[in-house]
């Protein structure tokens, strides 16, 4: 990962993860607390797996190859967990600290063991955030609000991530 990589993803985290209004001391933006205690109520999409995977599979046949679809359908519920859990635990600052680790271990990695392509990589995570941006899959509108804005930011970890290792 090179620093251009750092800069990416916290310029990402910077535009989705602050409110612009809120600064420290020296004049930086400060994380919006509020937000990630928000991302807590993300355990209940989890409720709603099922009719998630369906809907996300439904989307990714309309543009990825056969053996994509299939690798998803397979591997959705874990890829899923992964995303939910790292959003709904950022109100603790270990998990805010840990952020980059966790999307490499949580969801970088097992995408490659999978030996997904960039470009297989770059549809799973534009599909994941298609159903949720065009109300495919229809949650609470701050649920999505929230969902969407913590997704963008993860969006680009994991495809500036995941660029690194091919």
């Known amino acids: 990962i090179t620093f251009k990589d750092i800069i990416t993803v916290t310029q990402a985290i910077m ?6 209004m809120d600064i420290d001391e020296s004049g930086d933006p400060v994380l919006d607390r509020d937000y990630f205690g928000g991302l807590r109520e993300l355990k209940m999409v989890q409720d709603r797996e099922k009719e998630h995977r369906n809907i996300f599979i439904k989307h ?6 056969k053996r994509l679809v299939s690798d998803m359908e ?18 603790h600052n270990k998990e805010i600290r840990d952020i980059f680790l966790n999307v490499w271990e949580k969801i970088v990695e097992p995408l490659k063991q999978l030996r ?3 470009p297989e990589v770059r549809q799973i995570v534009d599909s994941y955030e298609e159903i949720l941006t065009d109300n495919r899959f229809l949650i609470e509108t701050d649920m999505k609000n929230n969902f969407v804005r913590f997704f963008s930011s993860l ?7 995941y660029s690194t290792l091919v």
């Open 116 to 118: 997904f392509s960039l």
């Open 15 to 20: 535009q989705n993860w602050t409110s612009g």
């Open 74 to 91: 397979t591997h959705f519920k874990p890829f899923n967990r992964n995303v939910i859990s790292i959003g709904s635990t950022l109100y």
């Open 155 to 161: 969006k680009v970890m994991i495809v500036t991530f």
């Open 60 to 65: 990714l046949a309309k543009s990825a190859d």
